[in-house]
């Protein structure tokens, strides 16, 4: 469990945008779900061994055989809440998550302010594992700009300003109608 947990700092350090590492954060945040897995069956193993360990000292003390059911149960308990904990999470996980609030904030920023860019037209993000995130734009371009040039200018501020993702970006220029 250390071993995870130490390993959960080390990438919510190198992939998460902002805010102090807690375990809670990573498990609700993180896109990585052999860890989450790892770390729920270890959390879940101590608590499962806190359990029996304690209905069976009680079973000792008292004398009462009733607290080795209690503890089998407590433990089966815990393992199926566990469990459902586990699939919900690493289930969203291998279907392609969409990047974080801030994330997408960041990324509806630099291209709003990119030099060219008349409107955000759509943006989606999600990613394809941990640190890979596919990002496919819908833009709107003032006409005395040079849309590969603006298009190039996006891809490289989205990369230079969010370092703790590699990015596949696709780019789509079209003239902005609200009744589409």
Not at 13 to 21: A, Q, S
Not at 158 to 169: G, H, L
């Amino acid at each position: 469990l250390h071993k995870g947990i130490s390993e959960a700092r080390d990438r919510f350090l190198n992939t998460h945008e902002y805010g102090k590492f807690n375990l809670w954060k990573f498990w609700t945040g993180t896109k990585s779900p052999d860890l989450a897995a790892v770390i729920a069956e270890d959390v879940l193993a101590c608590v499962s061994l806190f359990i029996a360990g304690s209905c069976t000292l009680l079973a000792l003390l008292t004398g009462d055989e009733i607290w080795d059911g209690i503890g089998g149960l407590g433990v089966g308990l815990v393992l199926i809440v566990g469990s459902v904990l586990l699939a919900m999470q690493v289930s969203s996980l291998l279907l392609g998550e969409g990047v974080s609030e801030h994330t997408y904030d960041m990324l509806e920023h630099i291209i709003m302010n990119t030099d060219g860019v008349k409107k955000l037209i759509r943006i989606q993000a999600m990613h394809l594992d941990e640190d890979r995130v596919l990002c496919c734009v819908k833009v709107d371009m003032h006409d005395d700009r040079d849309d590969n040039a603006v298009i190039d200018d996006i891809e490289r501020r989205i990369r230079s300003q969010i370092t703790w993702y590699d990015f596949d970006i696709v780019i789509e220029t079209d003239g902005y109608d609200p009744n589409r």
